[in-house]
């Protein structure tokens, strides 16, 4: 079992930028890929980002690439998502999750075991 806990969230005006944190305990968190998702209101979740174990690899959505910055320290069991220059329709609940590097895709929430509760980030205009 591995349980991942979220922070960082906030209300933060158009422009700004925020750190989210997520601390994983429980079972080997270095080998397992770290992603992170969003769900507005009344949408579905959606990939924003994924880093391999290593770090050496990862993706972006289109709509955050150049802003968003997915980083992670094993020695720390910690990853992070460095937001920059937040736009309104950022505004979102944002989760990470884990999952083995191989398992299914790296952009869908289906191929991730193991989920955080999720922190709320608010981006006023």
């Known amino acids: 079992q591995v349980q991942l806990v979220e922070s960082g969230g906030g209300l933060v005006q158009a422009g700004g930028s925020l750190r989210l944190s997520c601390v994983a305990s429980g079972r080997t968190f270095s080998s397992d890929a770290m992603g992170w998702f969003r769900q507005a209101p009344g949408q579905e979740r959606e990939f924003v980002a994924v880093i391999s174990w290593s770090g050496g690899v990862t993706y972006y959505r289109d709509s955050v690439k150049g802003r968003f910055t997915i980083s992670r320290d094993n020695a720390k069991n910690t990853g992070y998502l460095q937001m920059d220059g937040l736009k309104p329709e950022d505004t979102a609940v944002y989760y990470c999750?884990?999952?083995?590097?191989?398992?299914?895709?790296?952009?869908?929430?289906?191929?991730?075991?193991?989920w955080g509760q999720g922190t709320q980030v608010t981006v006023s205009s």
């Open positions: 999750a884990t999952k083995p590097w191989a398992r299914g895709v790296v952009n869908s929430p289906l191929s991730y075991n193991y």
